[in-house]
């Protein structure tokens, strides 16, 4: 695969909402390319409603989980010249496409779509591990890849992006190639959407004051699905936790009834019951160690159903947080640094009556590239507060994932407690021999209530 340093990206590439240079930003958008996946030709967008403003969000979360499920899953481990290292068989149900790639083909993918969609929630990548890698981080990884990669498959804007195609599709050798070719060809969602120069018609007035009242209530939400991942997490690995401690217990009482230790001659009389408690002791192992693959089956389910789940939505809460911040960092401060520049600019011009006409038409020249830049800054401001405005709908409608998962914890809990309970029911006859009476009689044990042991 492609193993080789990444080549980097054009300035633009991963930057902010406006990390452009001033005199770079004259372009104007949707001048004849490819239209934007919001803005197809001749309809509507995928985020947009059948009818009123394209502004309003009307997917629904089935219809966000039904657009793809992409598994990712380790391929065994391959030596390369100095170090192993380790891929991934990504395979798309939508594409119905199966391909290898490495962590860094989702580093290169990761850039493209900061270059594609500055003003959307692009997900982290879990970070690179240079020495000292395990198979806990491993797996850990490949878990986190995979939510991310479902994420930008569902994601609208991006599931119809041409990069994500060449991502989950490409077999040739030098897909980063092949990724770095299709963002330079088409730019950024901007420069490609129909919309973006009409943005500012579709926002609500009082746009500001909403984004901070999201952007408070999402950090809340992150707040509070951090200590429920928390939680689950602990539950989880008690779980596997008991899976163990349940499994060596029945070895344990396996080896005591395998002990082939003799009886010293003062215990002769009690020979009889010893032995046959060995011979109990040695047939419940078979039990425990069923009780054992009941509790790890349930700890596995947790973390299938409901830890990757809530991992899941901290993904997509995160990456509105990096988008906030992209935001401000670059939509609102890029402008206002932009403006003295230009009024730096248009002063000497004025005073310029004096000088040759040559250098005075450069000068004109010079002002107009500066004040189409200022505007093409402030449409892109306004562009990404209507991104920001669906990305903020895009959230919440990914709210009612909630009941999913407390749907699946439930039905872990429930499911695994019957099981286990089968379990128990079925070794409670068995122990019967273990209780022995007057006279070698064995009989089984009494509750505590009727040995006088709880207070009447």
């Known amino acids: 695969m492609t193993g080789r340093a990444m080549d980097p990206l054009p300035s633009a590439a991963v930057g902010t909402a406006a990390e452009a240079e001033a005199d770079k930003e004259a372009e104007t958008p949707a001048t004849g390319g490819r239209a934007c996946a919001l803005c197809p030709a001749g309809g ?39 170090l192993k290292h380790v891929e991934y068989e990504v395979s798309s149900q939508r594409f119905r496409s199966s391909v290898c790639r490495r962590y860094n083909d989702f580093v290169v993918f990761h850039e493209v779509l900061l270059h594609r969609f500055p003003y959307r929630m692009v997900p982290a990548l879990p970070p690179k591990r240079m020495l000292g890698v395990d198979r806990e981080f491993i797996e850990a ?24 195609k060449v991502f989950l599709t490409f077999g040739g050798t030098d897909v980063q190639s092949r990724l770095k070719e299709a963002a330079q060809a088409v730019g950024d969602e901007f420069l490609n959407c129909k919309l973006a120069a009409r943005a500012k018609d579709f926002l609500p007035a009082d746009i500001q004051s909403q984004f901070a009242v999201s952007r408070e209530l999402i950090r809340n939400l992150y707040n509070s699905f951090h200590k429920l991942r928390d939680r689950a997490e602990r539950m ?49 192992s078979v039990e425990f160690a069923l009780l054992a693959d009941k509790a790890a089956q349930q700890g596995r389910q947790e973390e299938n159903d409901v830890v990757e789940k809530l991992s899941l939505f901290l993904d997509l809460l995160q990456s509105y947080k ?26 000497p011009a004025v005073a310029a009556h004096s ?35 669906q990305e903020t709908q895009l959230v919440h409608a990914y709210l009612p994932l909630t009941a999913h998962i407390l ?50």
Request: positive net charge.
């Open 44 to 82: 509507r967008g995928p985020m947009q409603g059948p009818q009123g403003s394209p502004l309003l969000l009307t997917c629904t979360l089935p219809e966000l989980l039904a657009r793809d499920t992409v598994q990712v899953e380790l391929i065994p481990e391959r030596r390369g010249l100095f």
């Open 141 to 164: 990884r490949r878990r986190a890849l995979k939510r991310f990669i479902n994420l930008v498959a569902r994601h609208p804007p991006f599931s119809e992006d041409s990069t994500l």
């Open 236 to 284: 989880a690995s008690r779980a596997l936790d008991s899976a163990s401690d349940l499994l060596i217990f029945g070895k344990e009482l396996s080896a005591l009834g395998s002990d082939t230790t003799p009886l010293p001659s003062w215990a002769t009389p009690h020979l009889g019951t010893w032995t046959s408690l060995k011979q109990a002791l040695k047939g419940l």
């Open 322 to 347: 990096d988008l906030c911040e992209r935001h401000e960092k670059g939509a609102l401060h890029k402008p206002q640094r932009a403006l003295p520049k230009y009024g730096l600019t248009k002063r």
């Open 355 to 389: 000088w040759e006409t040559a250098a005075v038409e450069r000068l004109e020249s010079c002002v107009v590239e500066q004040e189409n830049a200022i505007q093409t800054l402030e449409l892109r401001g306004h562009f990404a507060l209507y991104c920001l405005h």
């Open 407 to 456: 749907g699946a914890f439930v039905h872990s809990q429930i499911h695994g407690h019957e099981e286990m309970s089968k379990v128990w029911n079925d070794l409670r006859p068995k122990l019967s021999c273990l209780f022995a009476g007057p006279h070698s009689v064995l009989t089984p044990p009494r509750s505590p209530s009727e040995d006088g042991l709880c207070p009447r």
